[in-house]
Structures are given as C-alpha cells and as structure tokens.
C-alpha cells in the first residue's frame, strides 16, 4: 500500500496546469459582503477563505462591518444646517411621520424630497419644504422608486447572496481509482444584516460528490450527489434589549474551536480535533446542528459563548460552552492598539495570540422515542484547547481535545471510548497571495493511531480564487477500519490540487 512520491507529483503537476487553465481566466467577481462595503476581499482574508483578525471581528459582529483599523463604524458628520432648511426637513406632527426601521433622518429627508436617486445610489440636495399631504402624495400611496421601499423597511437594497465551488483533482495510489478529477461542491450563500440589529446567514448545499457507485459491469453513477440541503441557516439578535449579548437561532455551527470548518488554508483537510468522528457515531466538532446561542464580546478581549442544541428523535437536550482571550493586534471590535512611537521596538509590538477553550455534552444513537424500539444511545463530551499566535508574517494555529464516549457503537453491549486528537500548524507569508504552511496531527480515536504530516502551498491570483496544492502523509499504526476488522499498520500518500472560487 506504498507509493513513491516520483509517481505522485507528475499527477500534481498535470492537474495544476489544467486547473490554472480552467479557473484563473474565468472567475472574477467578488463575493457578497465585498458588494455590500465595498472593500476588497483581503480586508477580511489572508488567502481566502482563511479569515485574519478584521474577519474574525466581522463575524463577531453579526456581519456588521466595522471599518477596518477603525474603533467601530461612527455616523458620519453632517454641516450644520440654516435654521430654515432644517426646518424644512422636520417631519410633520401628523401621523403622516415616515414610520421605518432604517435611520430616521435619512427617511426624513425622504419625505421631505431633500434627497434623490442617482445610480441607484441616494445623495442629498437643497432642502425644500415638504409637499401638502394628499391621499395620493402620502408614502404609502406613492409609486416612487424602489429603493425608498428598501429604506424604509431597512433592507440591503443589493441582494446579499453569492456563490461558490470547488474543484478538485487527486492522485491515490491505494484507491482503486488512482487520479480522480471532479467538482467536489457548489454551495449558494447569503449573509448580512437588517438595520445593524439582526443579522443572517446561510448556505445551500447544491451538489456534492460522492462516490459513484459505478459497478464492474456498469459504468453509469446511480447517485453522484450526496445531498441537497442547507449547511446553516440562522439569525442573530445583536445586543439583545440593550445588552452586549447576541441571540443566535437555527441551525448552525456551535461555537467550540475557534476556527469554523471552512476557515483554512487547506482545501481538503479539515482539522482532525474538529472533524474526527468515533465509531458508529456521527457526532463532529464542526458539525452544524439546530441550536440557540449566545454570545457576547465583554471588554473588547474577551469572547464568551454557550448554546443549546435540539438533537432530533432525543428527548435530552445538549450543551457547549467556548471562552477565548485575545492578546495584542486588533481586539475583538476591530480596534487596534495604541502605538508609541517614542519607545524601542518590542516583540510585543508585532505579537498577537488568542486562547480558547470549549466542553460540549450529548447524546445520540437510536432515537428513543420510537414504541418497542430499545434505544442503543451513546453519551458523550468532548473538551478542547485552542491556540493561535501571530507573529508579523509567521502564524502558528495549535488545536486539541480529548473525548469519551460510553458507547460510541451503538451497540446494546456498551464499551466505552477515550479520544485524544491534536493538531500544530505553521504557516509563513511569502507574499500577500502566497502562503504556506506545515501540519502536523495526532489521531486515537480508540480503533488505533494515526499520525498525518501536511504540507499546503496556497496561492489566490484573485482575490476570490485559491489554488492549492498539497500533500498528505499519512501513517496508521495499529488501526482497524471497522469495529470488527483486525488492527493494521499502512501507509497513505495522496498529493492533491484544489481550486475554491467565490462570486
């Protein structure tokens, strides 16, 4: 089950040129957000899609943006007006007030006709006196242009939604198909927020491959797609009644590790503390799951989180928990720290580390709610520690967790399992588009271990197109496949080219 590396990289090298080929000369929009701010897609990314600190605020802000290097967005500051034009714009006393949920002195100025439409775009004129109020003049009744609506009812006037895909090509010497080239995933996202005081986000699962089920004496797939079916889907109630707490609903990811799943550089591997499974049970790190969450960002630094998630077919419910601290760099508000240029340059200067922490308990297994059915359920926890440190254009990300699971085969013969899996990356800047990194991990997950060393080169020729490229080593010692099969040692090495867009 070896393979020497001088058979992988002509695959690699082949897959890389028709990729290029493929993606670099096509895809040249941008994504959602950039639309919405106008900003470029670095101000939020390293290589897309790995977010820096200014994304990772942006997130904790429930897609508000902030400015960045900014201390927090701040209404702009207007000339003071002539008594009479201000005057002017007052609204009236009656009922005829415009009534909306976006700011009230552009909607005032609305319906005075101090501002008209260019571009699809609002910008203000002279003040004039606002026109008699008639059954056919009153905003409600007047036909004017769309985008009135839109601010009255404080939604986005650009639809808010974007692409993105994945292509995908791998050379395996232990498969029984050795290069696979394919369109791994196209998924439909949307994100934003409604008056700065509920945020949303989703994402459509369109096609994701699978595998083929070709047969020796069929070559037609009978089913080449996995599902189709929504990733994440929730809102979020920022400052709820006032407070710093955000009231998050639907189904999402929980907020455990401090890195989601589709925050890496990599474009296949996820991180093991987060992706490994146990068993018979399916239960991920980072698997969405239909939860409520609060969260909160106290003293700008420190991040605190804790949710309940609503397991179909169990009566139980399941919680988490996360607390993170940031040190140095910008804080959690986008704010960056204070400067002095009078002092000696420091390490302390350029360093930047956050810490993290989280616990999630559950359960799964046969639903147990189904009459004449014994219930085969496992109980489970999984406790982990994250570190990421910045340090000018090194980055270094450690994840670990440890888990037990008390009968993680679903079997009415319990045996429990420990788990303990850990992950170090190093990453290093050659320039702002190229970055690469090193991993290392450690995987028991109580059927053997397994030690994974993988080195990525991403490279984005756009800003909302990586190219990856990246090799994986790894090694079993000792594994079974299955709960049954007998313990084995062996070798995988797979070299694969990965191409993510976004529009």
């Given at each position: ?75 702009k500051e207007t000339a003071p ?81 974007s692409f993105s895909g994945s ?136 991040f605190l989180a804790g949710g ?196």
């Amino acid at each position: 089950m070896k393979l020497s590396l001088n058979k992988i990289m002509p695959g690699i090298l082949f897959n890389a040129l028709l990729l290029l080929l493929l993606v670099s000369t096509n895809a040249q929009a941008i994504p959602a957000f950039t639309r919405a701010h106008k900003v470029e897609c670095s101000t939020c990314h390293t290589v897309y899609p790995e977010l820096n600190e200014y994304g990772e605020a942006f997130l904790k802000s429930s897609y508000v943006y902030f400015g960045k290097g900014g201390k927090s967005a701040k209404p702009k500051e207007t000339a003071p007006q002539p008594a009479k034009a201000a005057a002017a714009l007052k609204p009236a006393a009656s009922g005829a007030d415009i009534k909306g949920a976006g700011d009230a002195d552009t909607l005032n100025k609305l319906k005075a006709g101090a501002m008209r439409a260019t571009d699809g775009s609002y910008e203000e004129t002279a003040a004039v006196s606002p026109p008699p109020q008639t059954e056919e003049s009153h905003p409600a009744k007047a036909a004017g242009p769309k985008a009135e609506g839109l601010l009255l009812a404080a939604i986005p006037e650009q639809l808010p939604i974007s692409f993105s895909g994945s292509l995908h090509g791998s050379y395996n010497g232990n498969a029984v198909n050795e290069f696979d080239f394919s369109s791994r995933a196209f998924k439909l996202n949307a994100g934003g927020n409604f008056s700065d005081t509920i945020g949303f986000f989703g994402t459509y699962l369109i096609y994701t491959e699978n595998a083929a089920n070709i047969s020796n004496t069929s070559q037609t797939p009978t089913n080449m797609t996995q599902k189709n079916d929504i990733g994440e889907l929730f809102l979020i109630w920022r400052h709820a009644l006032g407070t710093p707490i955000n009231l998050k609903i639907g189904r999402l990811q929980p907020k455990l590790g401090l890195w989601k799943s589709n925050n890496k550089l990599s474009v296949t591997n996820s991180l093991a503390p987060y992706s490994y499974t146990v068993g018979q049970s399916v239960f991920r790190i980072e698997q969405p799951q239909d939860a409520l969450e609060a969260n909160a960002v106290l003293a700008n630094r420190l991040f605190l989180a804790g949710g309940v998630v609503n397991r179909k077919h169990q009566n139980a419910k399941e919680g988490y928990g996360h607390i993170s601290y940031k040190f140095g760099g910008a804080d959690f508000n986008a704010n960056e720290p204070d400067i002095d240029l009078n002092k000696d340059e420091s390490i302390f200067d350029f360093l930047t580390v956050t810490v993290g922490g989280y616990g999630y308990f559950g359960t799964n297994g046969t639903p147990n709610t189904t009459a004449g059915v014994s219930p085969t359920q496992n109980k489970f926890y999984r406790t982990g520690l994250d570190l990421d440190l910045l340090y000018k254009l090194f980055r270094v990300k450690l994840a670990g967790v440890m888990g037990r699971d008390d009968n993680p085969e679903l079997s009415l013969t319990k045996k429990a399992v420990k788990s303990y899996v850990a992950a170090v990356e190093g990453q290093y800047s050659f320039l702002q588009n190229l970055i690469g990194s090193l991993r290392f991990e450690y995987q028991d997950d109580g059927r053997g271990y397994v030690r994974r060393y993988i080195p990525t080169l991403g490279y984005t020729p756009l800003e909302n197109v990586k190219v990856a490229v990246e090799y994986k080593h790894e090694i079993a010692t000792s594994y079974r496949l299955t709960s049954t099969s007998p313990a084995q040692d062996f070798t995988n090495r797979i070299g694969t080219l990965g191409v993510t867009f976004s529009f």
